[in-house]
C-alpha cells in the first residue's frame, strides 16, 4: 500500500522555523523525484519545492527561494522541508508528492499556520 504521510506542520509566530517530514512507503522511494506543494484557503495549488531522485538538484518557487530548503535521506524514505523566516502568506496546507511521469503519489497534507 502506497503511503505518504505529513507531519511537522503547526502553528507558528512570523520569523519563525518549521520542518516539515514527508514519510514515504509502498513504493521504491529513490526512483520518484520529490515535490512538495502548498494550497492556501481560496487559492490554487502551488509547487513549492522540488527535489531529483538523488537529491542533487533542487528547485523553489519563487516566494520561498531563500527561506525554504528542500531535501531527502533515501536510506530513510524521507523528505524533508525546512522552513525559515516563516511569513503569514506561507500558511497552508502542505502536500507532499512523488512524481515519475504519469505515476504520482499524494500525501494527505499538513497544516502550516503563521500567525502573531
Known amino acids: 500500500q502506497v503511503q505518504l504521510v505529513e507531519s511537522g506542520g503547526g502553528l507558528v509566530q512570523p520569523g519563525e522555523s518549521l520542518r516539515l517530514s514527508c514519510a514515504a512507503s509502498?513504493?521504491?522511494?529513490?526512483?520518484?523525484?520529490i515535490n512538495w506543494f502548498r494550497q492556501a484557503p481560496g487559492k490554487e495549488r502551488e509547487l513549492v519545492a522540488a527535489?531529483?531522485?538523488?537529491?542533487?538538484?533542487?528547485n523553489y518557487g519563487d516566494s520561498v527561494k531563500g527561506r525554504f530548503t528542500i531535501s531527502r535521506d533515501n536510506a530513510k524514505n524521507t523528505v524533508y522541508l525546512q522552513m525559515n523566516s516563516l511569513k503569514p502568506e506561507d500558511t497552508a496546507v502542505y502536500y507532499c508528492?512523488?512524481?515519475?511521469?504519469?505515476?504520482?503519489?499524494w500525501g494527505k497534507g499538513t497544516l502550516v499556520t503563521v500567525s502573531s
Open positions: 508528492n512523488a512524481q515519475r511521469s504519469s505515476m504520482g503519489y
Open positions: 509502498g513504493f521504491t522511494f529513490s526512483w520518484y523525484p
Open positions: 527535489i531529483s531522485t538523488g537529491g542533487d538538484i533542487t
